[in-house]
């Protein structure tokens, strides 16, 4: 424990929420912010597809509508962003990682995600299966809009959000860890905020 | 410690050991209360890499927990903890050269004054271009230090526009950045400038927006948004 701050009190702790579902360092806030390093993409949906390719034995795509045909789970989760704030009960609807990668034959342990604007992030894809990732369309029962990453964002809650790519496009798996955009300019490369692993050496 | 406005102060900080940073770049500052609570949150530096201090400029949100610890409680001596710098993407050096464009709202204006002040210190004279939105005249951070680098005739010019109401014989824009002030502070999208655009998320937003439809390319972008959505 540091030394305390002269004259630092705090917010009064919030007696609603559960400190248990709360992270190191993260205080809860009620709206939504934005953290992006350009400007927001906006495509069309008769434009996006989402494709999953590298390693794999074929490399398969789907359209926007193929996407919405295929099974939707709705689910509500905490999110955690590096920027220190946490919004708890988030909703969501999209289709299971697991979903996508059923008909995917590959060797690969690791997944560079790709979005509109350039954007990569790459986490081991066992992060990615199991029930632990989506890709959603729809936040709060509305269309997820372009600042949060409409039409469409991957979402990984148990991870800092910045894995969670806004505008994505699809997954390259990959044999090797390849660090995206955020991992080299400095933060870290798994981003746990259990274990509040912000930046490189945490 | 300096007030810059009646809702915003500089810190400048004794930091031993520090490594060094780009202008552009920020840390992070945590308080721990007495009883162990701990409240951590990003502040861009606004000093040159040149400066012996690392100063944060820090505007008060009246409803906020940090904020208003550090513009209004701090006292000279006092001690906290910080890390940094951090960040490698919202940076520019003397050595990437111009022409570039700095778009800043409110404290957006803060990682941006690093810059200004690094391109002064390193004795560049690459064509830079500063567009400064703030609400009232007495809301402009750094006033006299902007005229004084405007004034040094070595490539940077400076446009300042007031969102709520213009002072008597005001000589800026009275109005939101728009696509028309922006196209009139260039550079002209095919000059290719490097653009930084930082501030408070709706303004980012807007400005960014208005800046791809001007043609800057997307990859040319940058952008540092603060608080929250809304607005
Ligand atoms: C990379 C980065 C760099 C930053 N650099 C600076 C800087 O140089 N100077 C600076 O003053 N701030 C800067 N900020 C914002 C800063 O981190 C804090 O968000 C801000 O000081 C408010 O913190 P707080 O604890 O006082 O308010 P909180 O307790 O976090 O919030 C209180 C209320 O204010 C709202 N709020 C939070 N932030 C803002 C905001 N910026 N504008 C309007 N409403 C807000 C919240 O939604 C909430 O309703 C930066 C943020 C980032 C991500």
Known sequence: ?202 | MVDETAHARTLALDVPGWPGHHAGQHLDVRLTAEDGYQAERSYSIASAPEDARVALTIERIDDGEVSPYLAGDVVVGDAFEIRGPIGGHFTWRASDGGPVLLVGGGSGLVPLMAMLRHRARAGSRADARLLVSARTVDDLLYRDELERLASAMDGLSITTTLTRGTPDGWKGHGRRVDAAMLGEVGPAASAAPKVFVCGPTPFVEAVADELVALGHGAAAIHTERFGPTGG
């Open chain 1, 1 to 202: 424990m540091p030394p305390f701050t002269r004259g630092f009190h705090g917010r009064p702790r919030r007696p609603d929420v559960d400190p248990a579902r709360v992270p190191p360092g993260q205080y809860v806030v009620e709206d939504f912010p934005v953290l992006s390093a350009g400007p927001t993409p906006r495509t069309p949906i008769d434009q996006w597809s989402f494709t999953i390719q590298g390693a794999v034995d074929a490399a398969q795509t789907w359209t926007w509508e193929e996407l919405n045909a295929l099974p939707q789970e709705t689910f509500t989760v905490d999110i955690h962003c590096v920027t220190k704030w946490t919004k708890l009960g988030t909703a969501w609807t999209g289709v299971s990682v697991d979903t996508l990668l059923e008909g995917v034959g590959t060797e690969a342990e690791y997944v560079s995600v790709h979005a509109d604007g350039g954007y990569t992030t790459n986490l081991p894809l066992e992060d990615l299966s199991d029930g632990k990732a989506w890709i959603a369309h729809t936040f709060d029962g509305e269309p997820l809009e372009p600042a949060h990453g409409g039409p469409a964002r991957l979402v990984v809650p148990h991870l800092y959000f910045w894995k969670s790519a806004k505008w994505v496009r699809g997954l390259t798996l990959t044999v090797d860890d390849e660090p995206g955009f955020w991992e080299l300019a400095g933060y870290n490369n798994y981003g746990d905020p259990w274990r509040e692993q912000r930046y490189w050496g945490d």
